[in-house]
């Protein structure tokens, strides 16, 4: 593509597909915006995916806890009726609930020097996690945002409007294509300022001054292709027995300098702009552009490319020509699909599986590499996402939360959701979305726990890099509070966030039904019969007047027991 | 350990390996450490590992500041470079150096001989003469060199990412058996941490406040059940499958920990004085962990944990400096040597500075060039020791000529390490109590070195 125009053809394309289906999409009044939905992508009219059966209420489960933030007694009533390939169809078309829009008045009504808290995008995200349509695009921005990894916890800590945007432009893309993703996550001020390639300058050769090789470094290690050359199912190439480098560092600062010369976006195109934030009010929302004054022209090589030295500096040509390199590399279907199944799916998918998955990434059956959506039906309808697998994935803690929130209905008095950090772990969920420690995200892929069992098996479980003597017991703890007074803010002596247990209180006097219901929302499969059986002694125990004011009470009581029993035990936290 | 008795642990560990590693793990030690217990020490030793997560830039951090040599380092990093006069002096035998001005408490433990510097140390396979044999042959060097989340686990357990047993660990694989509560052989103040695992040793990760208990898990009713505890108790541990019991096995520990030690630190309480942080430092993450570690220690004589040896990890991260350095370093470095001469003085308040031996580490060193305001990934770096058994007010290892294309200079002023990780733990080890034969079974790689005691502890 000619140089300095990939988003602006972008832009075009999304004008042209406006104005192709008017008032469909909302017109795009500010050319220095990002796109307001994604650019249309050639797909398949019937894609080819595994048919199966109307699903049974657990399979449904299942499916809802790999493809949303829990299952709810109408959304388990709905894709029991429609099947999985139409509810994925509907999910595609259903419109993006957005942060953005939620944030901007209260920045807008900021006094100078002063911040947004932090809380404000935590409301938005438990809000959209219990409540929002759009269940699937919003559970794989989650997942987006645990593989590319900005954070709060930082240099971002008072960026709460960028992150409402950061987290929309995930969202915007779940459902399509990788390489405008990746073009987007790149040029995000958030991500500029996270890994620091934000106003970085060319080399200077009088004062020694290199590039900032962040970004180069990162954007090949987590992002794209990873550490070593892999088979399209996901395992290592070999030379010698070894696995083989897929860069090193000469590749990094030759890569480094197609990241120079990228500052805030808007239509400032002075040195000051490049500068300082302050010229540009909404720098912490609009795409980084290129300033040619501040791009290396000395020659770039990496990965087997070779640009030449320029006389004019090409800033958006040269970051073209490199995400197209990258966005092309074999790995990229194998590296990033094994990642989003271990988000979604199960930690240890068979190479087989992550096969399928890059086949799906390398082309979507109408020949387009990198269509999220084809990717996304390959993980979630592969027959090993379809059936249990043996080891399965721990739920990681944000996600216990939400399933605790949809599977009761939870609704919040404010109607804001107005739950702070859960950040703590020894009072909390040890965990709170988008407040990753680094950008190696809160858990590694290739966690290993020590001791024996997994290790010498080839096996990696990642979310139990946050599982410690501390955090079981915080969790324990927190869900206790939040399954008997609700969660978030306590206004009136009430908390926020509360569940309506009515529904299930119903089946109270049949601890049998009850917990056959409890297990059906929260984990798709039942305990074991020795756990049933202490669970339903226990529910038993707990005495249930016929009538009277305690009756209702006592109801709910033993819905609530229910929940914490279930919700304590490994075989609720292990998800298969 | 003798001969035979190392072989017998050896041969037990295999087998035991075969076990699911956590749930009998007091069981495995204390059965190992038969013979060992015999020879249990009277004295009690703990080391205490704080790794800056990110990189800390070493070329701030230790400076040359004679006038000569500070010259080359200011021109190789405009922007970045500190000026000479707010270089804290201490005292060395090779050249004039100098302290980030953020570190004026480490600067007086230095002055007081309770603090040594060991210069340019990292990860090496094998010594590496020079930038020019780097370069020119096939020397072995570590894996995924640059790389963070590589580095911190070669730092820590010798291997890249999905390593399993850290040096730390391994250590405590040798000298659990001289406590009598295994579990707490290892403690993380700071999460999950390789350095503290091994096949045999899970480190217990506790939260700064203390070990945390199961609510309502011993009331006599559970949301109106009377057998709702009960079953709380069980059911937190309850699953067969491979994650299932990982997590179960935590919740095990996280049981037994919580018996044993909540009333042991009730006895050293945060506001005893000897432990009370300052106003200052109250709300600092690191001053925290350390709290909690200076706790554990004032308590390890306690009946119901009765520990001997002890390893200790603590951290600090955010220290990825590619933009911001100057201020953000600055920020960190302060914390670090805040919270490290407060925890100096509670060793000195419970009596136990001379036993307990305090070090650094982190993910690698960074570039001397600057990219702007930042620094980007380098090797070798420059650590602290700090407590009463160091030799202290000296550098250790060899300081580096601070400039580019120096024989120490793999490129834009990445040091080439000229004293090994394996070296500063085997120090490390050694005063510990590991028994110079038993030094590989710690650190495979130290036969490739020279000098496995640096000579910066008294023994």
């Known amino acids: ?317 040269d970051l073209g020509i490199a995400l197209d390199r990258l966005f092309r590399h074999p790995n990229v279907g194998p590296f990033f699909g094994r990642q989003l199944i271990q988000r979604l799916v199960t930690s240890n998918p068979s190479p087989a599986y992550v096969a399928r998955v890059a086949r799906a990434f390398d082309d979507n059956g109408a020949g387009v590499r990198g269509d999220m959506q084809a990717v996304l039906r390959a993980v979630l309808l592969d027959p090993e996402a379809r059936t249990a697998t043996p080891a399965g994935k721990l739920r990681e803690p944000v996600l216990r939360l939400s399933q605790w929130m949809r599977a009761f209905g939870a609704r919040s008095q404010s109607g804001e959701f107005l739950i702070a950090s859960t950040d703590n772990p020894g009072n909390s969920l040890g965990q709170s979305p988008m407040r990753s420690p680094s950008v190696f995200n809160f858990f590694r892929p290739g966690f290993t726990p020590s001791g024996v069992a997994f290790g010498p098996r080839g096996l990696v479980a990642p979310e139990l890099q946050l599982v410690s003597e501390t955090s079981v017991a915080g969790y324990a703890n927190f869900m206790q509070t939040t399954i008997e007074a609700g969660v978030g803010r306590a206004e009136g002596g009430q908390r926020d966030v509360q569940a309506d247990y009515a529904p299930a209180a119903a089946l109270a006097d049949r601890p049998e039904a009850l917990l056959d219901q409890v297990e059906l929302l929260l984990m798709s499969q039942r305990l074991t019969p020795d756990a049933r059986t202490r669970v339903l002694d226990a529910i038993r125990a707990l005495p249930l007047p016929a009538s009277g004011p305690g009756a209702e009470r006592a109801r709910r009581e033993r819905v609530k027991l229910a929940t914490l029993l279930v919700m304590v035990s490994p075989e609720y936290l292990v998800q298969k | 350990m003798s001969q035979a008795s190392r072989r017998e642990f050896l041969r037990r560990a295999g087998a035991f390996g075969l076990l699911r590693a956590a749930a009998p793990l007091g069981l495995q030690l204390a059965g190992i450490g038969a013979a060992a217990a015999a020879t249990r020490p009277a004295d009690y030793r703990a080391i205490v590992c704080l790794f800056m997560y990110g990189a800390n830039d070493a070329h701030n951090t230790v400076v040359p500041r004679g006038e000569a040599q500070w010259r080359p380092y200011a021109d190789a990093r405009p922007g970045l470079a500190l000026p000479r006069e707010t270089l804290l002096p201490i005292a060395s035998t090779d050249a004039e150096l100098g302290l980030h001005p953020a570190l004026a408490p480490l600067q007086t433990l230095y002055a007081q001989q309770r603090a040594a510097v060991l210069a340019n140390v990292g990860p090496l396979m094998v010594p590496i003469r020079d930038a020019t044999e780097f370069r020119a042959t096939n020397v072995p060097r570590p894996p995924k060199l640059f790389s963070h989340n590589d580095q911190q686990a070669i730092w820590q357990a010798f291997s890249p990412e999905g390593a399993r047993a850290g040096w730390g660990g391994r250590i405590a694989d040798l000298l659990a058996a001289h406590n009598d509560a295994p579990l707490f052989t290892a403690i993380s103040a700071a999460g999950n941490a390789v350095f503290l695992a091994s096949e045999h040793t899970q480190p217990y990760q506790i939260g700064t406040g203390g070990a945390i208990g199961f609510n309502r898990s011993n009331a006599s009713s559970l949301f109106g059940s009377p057998q709702g505890a009960a079953a709380l108790r069980a059911q937190i541990a309850a699953g067969g499958g491979l994650m299932e019991g990982a997590y179960g096995d935590v919740v095990g520990r996280s049981v037994e920990a919580h018996a044993r030690l909540s009333a042991a630190l009730a006895k050293l309480p945060e506001s005893d004085p000897r432990v009370t942080l300052p106003p200052g430092l109250e709300k600092d993450g690191l001053a925290r962990q350390l709290r909690i570690v200076a706790r554990l220690i004032g308590v390890h004589d306690d009946a119901a944990i009765a520990q001997r040896r002890q390893v200790f990890f603590v951290s600090l991260g955010n220290f990825d400096t590619h933009d911001g350095q100057l201020a953000r370093q600055a920020g960190l470095l302060g914390s670090v040597a805040a919270s490290v001469a407060w925890f100096q003085g509670a060793m000195d308040a419970l009596g136990l500075s001379n036993q307990v031996t305090l070090f650094t580490a982190s993910d690698f060193g960074r570039t001397l060039l600057s990219n702007g305001d930042g620094t980007d990934h380098g090797w070798g770096g420059h650590h602290f020791i700090a407590g009463g058994a160091v030799r202290g007010g000296r550098v250790y290892g060899r300081f580096p000529e601070v400039a580019l294309n120096t024989a120490t200079d793999i490129g834009n002023g990445r040091l080439l390490p000229t004293t090994s990780v394996d070296e500063y733990a085997a120090t490390l080890a050694r005063w510990m109590g590991v028994a110079p034969a038993d030094l590989p079974l710690v650190l495979p790689n130290i036969g490739h070195f020279a000098q496995p005691d640096l000579g910066f502890l008294r023994a």
């Not at chain 1, 796109?35 to 059966?53: D, N, V």
């Not at chain 1, 900021?110 to 935590?122: I, M, P, S, V, Y």
């Open chain 1, 1 to 317: 593509m000619a140089p300095a125009g990939r988003l602006l053809s972008l832009l075009a394309a999304v004008l042209l597909a406006a104005c192709a289906t008017p008032g469909d999409a909302p017109p795009v009044s500010d050319p220095w915006a990002y796109p307001a939905r994604a650019a249309e992508i050639r797909r398949p009219r019937s894609p080819e995916q595994p048919r199966y059966a109307r699903p049974t209420p657990a399979e449904a489960s299942r499916f809802l806890q790999q493809a949303t933030f829990g299952a709810t007694p109408q959304t388990l009533v709905a894709l029991e009726k429609s099947g999985y390939a139409r509810w994925l169809d509907a999910q595609f078309r259903t419109p993006q609930t957005l942060f953005l829009p939620a944030i901007e008045p209260a920045h807008a009504a900021l006094e100078t020097g002063k911040n947004l808290r932090q809380d404000l995008f935590f409301a938005e995200f438990w809000k959209a996690s219990a409540t929002a349509p759009d269940q699937l695009r919003q559970r794989v921005a989650f997942a987006l945002s645990e593989i590319f990894v900005v954070s709060f916890d930082g240099s971002l800590s008072a960026r709460v409007r960028g992150m409402a945007s950061y987290w929309d432009m995930l969202g915007r893309n779940a459902f399509g294509d990788f390489r405008t993703f990746l073009e987007e996550v790149t040029r995000h001020p958030m991500m500029g300022t996270y890994l620091s390639h934000l106003k970085n300058r060319k080399e200077d050769p009088k004062s020694g001054r290199v590039p900032d090789e962040n970004y180069a470094r990162e954007i090949l290690q987590l992002f794209t292709i990873g550490l070593h050359e892999l088979n399209a199912d996901g395992s290592a190439k070999l030379r010698d027995g070894q696995p083989i480098e897929t860069y090193d560092l000469d590749d990094i600062t030759g890569l480094a300098k197609v990241f120079t010369g990228f500052s805030y976006g808007g239509p400032g195109t002075t040195d000051a702009h490049f500068n300082r934030q302050s010229e540009e009010p909404r720098w912490d929302i609009l795409p980084m552009k290129g300033y040619p004054k501040f791009h290396a022209t000395s020659e770039k090589r990496f990965l087997g490319v070779v640009i030449a030295p320029q006389k004019t500096a090409d800033p958006e040509g």
